[in-house]
């Protein structure tokens, strides 16, 4: 059995070759799964699953941040909408992310942060830091600030301790605007 497709849904940027040359893969792929024995074709299916997930992102010529959207949103919005039963209610958005994961969104916020300085002429470094608080918590803060050193940077920073201050921080940073918004509207 061989898969066919009859028509295509090209993306606006599509370079049709490019589109035809994934379409082909995928075809192939598609193909050998539907070869194995049907009481392995799941596993058949999940060792191209990856493969096949970068070939629907390539086709759609998506950017490497509009990659990690798509990835987490079906890793963990489209696994959490609706739990299959009781025993699933512990839905991937219900899990602490792990370092790592913190890591590329920090990374990923940073670079696009970064080309929307260049496309609007903007100076200035950016310094992306996430905050975790700890091994204990759930909870975590990203903040973004604009320096005047050589080269942007990104960091994790997995500590109680760090994640209250930034807390604080933001609580006071509140505080007194509220404060001026007072003294303002009463003057």
Known sequence: MTWKHSHSVLPTNADPKLARSI?????????????APEWQ??????????????????????????????????????????????????????????????????????????????????????SVRAFTDGDRGFFGAVEVRVNRTRKDTTEVIDSAGAFERILADLENAIAGRMISLKFQTSC
């Open 41 to 126: 074709r799941e596993h058949a299916y999940l060792r191209v699953k990856e493969e096949l997930d970068g070939f629907i992102l390539d086709y759609f010529r998506l950017s490497p941040s509009e990659r990690v959207l798509v990835r987490d949103t079906v890793k963990y919005v489209a696994a959490s909408i609706q739990p299959s039963d009781y025993m699933h209610l512990s839905t991937p958005l219900l899990h602490r992310p792990q370092k790592p994961e913190i890591k590329e969104y920090v990374d990923v916020l940073a670079q696009e942060l970064a080309d929307w300085r260049g496309q609007d002429r903007g100076k200035g470094t950016l």
């Open 23 to 35: 379409l082909k893969k995928v075809a192939r792929r598609i193909d050998a799964v539907a070869t």
